[in-house]
């Protein structure tokens, strides 16, 4: 197939909020510096659902979702040398070449290099789509698209990981776990004794609770609206649940009441910008940090007194939580195969890329963390 179009299966998202359709899609060779990978298991993450729901305003379509994966190098373009056919690999929608300006800082993960393709749905050398129907392009996504049975991606986007680590789990470090774990690791930098707040009991909510628990903090107090989380929440390391629902307070005072002025540490794991002030203004004066994870929808704007940050609290953000991800997602799965980080957990359901719209729906449902699809 090297040099060849392949015409394959793949979930295509014509618009905002219709059912994907199962299409037959040609994909084109990989160019210079692209590489071509079989993807053969595709998790849903919450922010694939959030561009479906025309929230995103980089979403384009029609496009091919999907940016939590793992699979095989099928082919890989001139100068590519990195990896070579045969190779597994996990797609890295924060990419990372190690050259650019930011790769170079020592200060972030975020790798400058093909970003201003991969937000508008091309690859960087000549701004097309690799993915058509019948010579109609249908753009890509994250600069992954990993609803498809081969995607085409940049070098630079790519990690290639240990060929012993289970493809059906480890597509889970391509994105939720690891922006969890990273978020207390390296965003925030949790340390032993620490009291932590985390909103949202999703998957990246829960890989919070796992970084909180290994970096020692002594409370864990997750909070969701779905009481129903409570239980698995507690296998994560949640020492504490509260519901908002339940409480006449806002939340923010609740938890403050709770832990004798504020928390250590908060984690936004939702993308709800009311909630994203709660958890900024619930962590204690002098010095309580509160790191946003979730995305929030197009035309939303975080807002709090200034005076919460004059009196000492800290507002950050992570993508990808912080982690450099050509050089630490294999350092991730090998954390996996030493059974240091949990995966398996996080897996609710599995079915095939033919049941995405089923995946979709379970993810509305309190029962779902990730939903594995067989390509
Ligand atoms: P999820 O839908 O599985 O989890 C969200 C949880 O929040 C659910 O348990 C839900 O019951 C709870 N919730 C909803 N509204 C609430 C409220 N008002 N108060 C308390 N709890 C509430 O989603 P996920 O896949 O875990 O992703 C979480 C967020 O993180 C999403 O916004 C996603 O887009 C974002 N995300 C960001 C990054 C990043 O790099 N920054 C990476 C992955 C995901
Ligand atoms: N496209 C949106 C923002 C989406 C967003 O913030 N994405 C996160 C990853 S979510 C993974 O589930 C991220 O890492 N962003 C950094 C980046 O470079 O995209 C918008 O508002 O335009
Ligand atoms: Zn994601
Ligand atoms: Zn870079």
């Given at each position: 197939t090297q040099g060849q179009v392949i015409t394959c299966k793949a979930a295509v998202a014509w618009e905002p909020n219709k059912p994907l359709v199962i299409e037959d899609v040609q994909v084109a060779p990989p160019q210079a510096g692209e590489v071509r990978v079989k993807?053969?298991?595709?998790?849903?993450?919450?922010?694939?659902?959030?561009?479906?729901?025309?929230?995103?305003?980089?979403?384009?379509?029609?496009?091919?979702?999907?940016?939590?994966?793992?699979?095989?190098?099928?082919?890989?373009?001139?100068?590519?040398?990195?990896?070579?056919?045969?190779?597994?690999?996990?797609?890295?929608?924060?990419?990372?070449?190690?050259?650019?300006?930011?790769?170079?800082?020592?200060?972030?993960?975020?790798?400058?290099?093909?970003?201003?393709?991969?937000?508008?749905?091309?690859?960087?050398?000549?701004?097309?789509?690799?993915?058509?129907?019948?010579?109609?392009?249908?753009?890509?996504?994250?600069?992954?698209?990993?609803?498809?049975?081969?995607?085409?991606?940049?070098?630079?986007?790519?990690?290639?990981?240990?060929?012993?680590?289970?493809?059906?789990?480890?597509?889970?470090?391509?994105?939720?776990?690891?922006?969890?774990?990273?978020?207390?690791?390296?965003?925030?930098?949790?340390?032993?004794?620490?009291?932590?707040?985390?909103?949202?009991?999703?998957?990246?909510?829960?890989?919070?609770?796992?970084?909180?628990?290994?970096?020692?903090?002594?409370?864990?107090?997750?909070?969701?609206?779905?009481?129903?989380?409570?239980?698995?929440?507690?296998?994560?390391?949640?020492?504490?649940?509260?519901?908002?629902?339940?409480?006449?307070?806002?939340?923010?005072?609740?938890?403050?009441?709770l832990t004798d002025g504020g928390v250590d540490y908060s984690f936004e794991c939702i993308g709800n910008v009311s909630v994203m002030r709660a958890a900024l203004e619930c962590c204690h004066k002098g010095w309580g940090t509160s790191v946003i994870v979730g995305v929030a929808a197009s035309g939303q704007e975080i807002s709090t007194r200034p005076f919460q940050l004059v009196t000492g609290r800290v507002w950050k953000g992570t993508a990808f939580g912080g982690f450099k991800s050509r050089s630490q997602v294999p350092w991730l799965v090998e954390k996996y195969l030493k059974k240091e980080i949990k995966v398996d957990e996080y897996i609710t359901h599995t079915l095939t890329l033919g049941e995405i719209n089923k995946a979709f729906d379970l993810m509305h449902e309190g029962g779902c963390l990730r939903c594995v699809l067989s390509t």
């Open positions: 993807i053969l298991y595709t998790a849903l993450c919450h922010t694939d659902a959030y561009t479906w729901g025309g929230k995103d305003p980089e979403g384009l379509f029609p496009c091919i979702l999907g940016h939590e994966a793992a699979g095989i190098v099928e082919s890989v373009g001139e100068g590519v040398t990195d990896v070579q056919a045969g190779d597994h690999v996990i797609p890295c929608y924060q990419a990372e070449c190690g050259e650019c300006k930011f790769c170079k800082s020592g200060k972030t993960n975020l790798c400058g290099k093909v970003r201003a393709a991969t937000g508008v749905g091309v690859m960087m050398s000549d701004r097309q789509s690799r993915f058509s129907i019948n010579g109609k392009p249908i753009y890509h996504f994250m600069g992954t698209s990993t609803f498809s049975q081969y995607t085409v991606v940049h070098d630079v986007s790519v990690a290639k990981i240990d060929p012993k680590a289970p493809l059906e789990k480890v597509c889970l470090l391509g994105c939720g776990v690891p922006t969890g774990l990273g978020a207390v690791w390296n965003t925030a930098k949790v340390e032993a004794g620490s009291i932590v707040a985390i909103f949202g009991l999703g998957t990246v909510g829960l890989a919070v609770a796992e970084g909180a628990k290994t970096a020692g903090a002594s409370r864990i107090i997750g909070i969701d609206i779905d009481s129903k989380k409570f239980d698995t929440a507690k296998n994560f390391g949640v020492t504490e649940f509260v519901n908002p629902k339940d409480h006449e307070k806002p939340i923010q005072q609740v938890i403050v009441d």
